[in-house]
Nanobody, 114 residues
Framework: QVQLAESGGGWVQPGGSLRLSCAVS????????MAWYRQAPGKVRELVAK???????NYAESVKGRFSIDRDTVKNMVYLQMNSLQIEDTAFYYC????????WGQGTQVTVSS
């Protein structure tokens, strides 16, 4: 069974930074592509970034150059470093596999406002 626990969200002013963490409980964590998703109020959940077992990464166009995903296969953790945050980044952020499983965590809320 997959268990996901996101943390690290909060309120930040535009231009600020946050680092999100996700504790993952699953078999063969290192073999899975992991991803961060987000859902803003009134919008569908969208893929933000993913990291493959090789370590290669992909990003949504809207976050390229600002966000960075990484993972620790010893600690079973996935991280999302978010820099130069914009108001449009306000959302609940979730980690999951890619493609996603139906075992979503609670997410962590990120609010960017002045």
């Amino acid at each position: 069974q997959v268990q996901l626990a996101e943390s690290g969200g909060g309120w930040v002013q535009p231009g600020g930074s946050l680092r999100l963490s996700c504790a993952v409980s699953m078999r063969n964590f290192s073999l899975n592509t992991m991803a961060w998703y987000r859902q803003a109020p009134g919008k569908v959940r969208e893929l933000v970034a993913k990291i493959h077992r090789s370590g290669s990464t992909n990003y949504a166009e809207s976050v390229k150059g600002r966000f960075s995903i990484d993972r620790d296969t010893v600690k079973n953790m996935v991280y999302l470093q978010m820099n130069s945050l914009q108001i449009e980044d306000t959302a609940f952020y979730y980690c999951n596999t890619w493609p996603y499983s139906h075992n979503w965590g609670q997410g962590t809320q990120v609010t960017v406002s002045s």
